[in-house]
């Protein structure tokens, strides 16, 4: 009789048949929606916006940074479910995380597994997701000047390579030619890009961040990485000041939820999964988590949307 695997070292997620599937609605909820990153944490996001769009609620713009710019890949295409099933069903597939990754990528992660390989699994509506009915951009870390890039079709060739620059991590994958311009994770240089949406002059703006409200980031002795980026001075600058620059942000986050500008959803304990987890089964719950959490919040967004 064959011994059957702890939870924590099956290869695909045990409640992946309970995901949620579907089409979104086509209507359009005015405002700009803002994922942060956070690597596999980005699973809480996904959940959250599972919820919404079996609610309807799709946001006229969605800014995303990292994981956050890949979930808005399916949310704009209004395919309920398909960022989880892809990540829950594939994170031990090596051609994505691993020694097939290495080999087809020279990275450990390899994102066209997300962006191209699964559409053979379950296509991508591009259709939608190209639909000028709704604006969506990727933010990049531009590697020549350490400041942020906001990709969408006005000003970048490729909107997949955009997300792939946003989603590639330093020291991890390899940097991402952009028109021309080496790129990396939008989440050195602007993590939670609200101040975007605040100068674009959205009046309503709803951020979706993959940590919980208390947690800050230490702040840790800056050591240059000599041979790394040497050649990306500003790069590597901006990636010295991350923990500071993202410490910044979420306290005038929170100042400007009190003020009412902005409207904050948090999980609401602490995520305790690594950037790179390879436990599906916290994985998973912690998609659930968003999922119940995202139906949670449903009135009080609606609420904040209308007043």
């Not at 924590?8 to 700009?32: F, H, M, N, W």
């Not at 919820?51 to 808005?72: D, H, K, P, R, Y």
């Not at 009915?133 to 933010?139: F, K, L, N, T």
């Not at 890009?193 to 309503?204: L, M, N, S, T, V």
Request: include cysteine; aromatic fraction near 8%; proline fraction near 5%.
């Amino acid at each position: 009789m064959t011994k059957k695997k702890p939870l924590s070292q099956r290869k695909q997620y045990s409640r992946l048949d309970e995901i949620p599937r579907g089409v979104a609605p086509d209507t359009i909820t005015p405002g700009c929606l803002v994922l942060e990153g956070g690597a596999f944490r980005g699973l809480y996001t996904q959940g959250v916006l599972d919820a919404w769009m079996e609610e309807g609620l799709n946001f006229q713009c969605t800014i995303g940074v990292s994981a956050g710019a890949l979930a808005g890949l399916n949310y704009l295409s209004g395919q309920i479910g398909r960022s989880a099933r892809a990540n829950l069903s594939s994170r031990h597939n090596s051609d994505y995380i691993g020694a097939g990754a290495v080999v087809k990528s020279l990275s450990l992660i390899r994102l066209d597994f997300l962006l191209k390989d699964y559409n053979a699994i379950e296509k991508l509506d591009h259709i939608r997701f190209l639909s000028p009915s709704r604006r969506y951009v990727a933010v990049a870390t531009n590697c020549l000047t350490g400041k942020p890039s906001f990709l969408e079709r006005n000003n970048c060739l490729s909107l997949l390579d955009a997300m792939k620059a946003s989603a590639s991590m330093p020291y991890v994958t390899p940097m991402v030619d952009i028109d021309g311009t080496p790129h990396l994770d939008g989440g050195v240089s602007d993590p939670v890009p609200f101040e975007w949406a605040i100068e674009q002059g959205y009046e309503k703006i709803v951020v979706i961040r993959t940590r919980d409200r208390s947690f800050r980031k230490p702040i840790l002795e800056k050591k240059r990485n000599i041979g790394i980026y040497r050649h990306y001075p500003e790069f590597e600058e901006s990636l010295l000041k991350m923990n500071e620059t993202y410490n910044a942000q979420i306290d005038e986050l929170d100042r400007l939820e009190k003020e009412g500008r902005l409207f904050i959803v948090a999980p609401k304990k602490p995520v305790t999964i690594g950037r790179v987890e390879s436990d599906v089964e916290k994985l998973g719950n912690l998609y659930f988590e968003g999922y119940a959490e995202g139906k949670e919040y449903i009135e009080s967004v609606r609420k904040y949307l209308e007043t």
